[in-house]
């Protein structure tokens, strides 16, 4: 089973940037880290970004995180990253990476389809 480890969370002050990363390690052919989601405290666990396909590059952005936020991978497909620019107070939360089957297509803004997460980086925004 694939198992994610997330890492780049910390504090920052808004209008900041941060960069996530997310390694998957580990024998899985089936799962792949394909989203990040995250939980602010008193909250439910939302969507930021996410790819709807494991075999092209189709993504997709939460709108409050749209314009500022950009998910990524590497070419092997086994890091995921995501670059927070212009952070904003209500970013913060716990950003968590997952991974799901590859065969799933299009998007799930309820992570149903997401099998496998990380333990989670805090981010903190914040003057």
């Known amino acids: 089973q694939v198992e994610l480890v997330e890492s780049g969370g910390g504090l920052v002050q808004p209008g900041g940037s941060l960069r996530l990363s997310c390694v998957a390690s580990?024998?899985?052919?089936?799962?792949?880290?394909m989203g990040w989601f995250r939980q602010a405290p008193g909250n439910d666990r939302q969507l930021v970004a996410q790819?709807?396909?494991?075999?092209?590059?189709?993504?997709r952005h939460a709108e409050s995180v749209r314009g500022r936020f950009t998910i990524s991978r590497d070419n092997a497909k086994t890091t995921l990253y995501l670059q927070m620019n212009r952070l904003k107070p209500e970013d913060t939360g716990v950003y968590y990476c997952?991974?799901?089957?590859?065969?799933?297509?299009?998007?799930?803004?309820?992570?149903?389809?997401?099998?496998?997460w990380g333990p989670g980086t805090q981010v903190t925004v914040s003057s």
């Open positions: 997952a991974a799901r089957p590859r065969h799933f297509q299009g998007s799930d803004d309820n992570g149903e389809t997401y099998n496998t």
């Open positions: 580990g024998q899985s052919r089936m799962s792949a880290p």
């Open positions: 790819f709807t396909s494991w075999f092209e590059d189709r993504t």
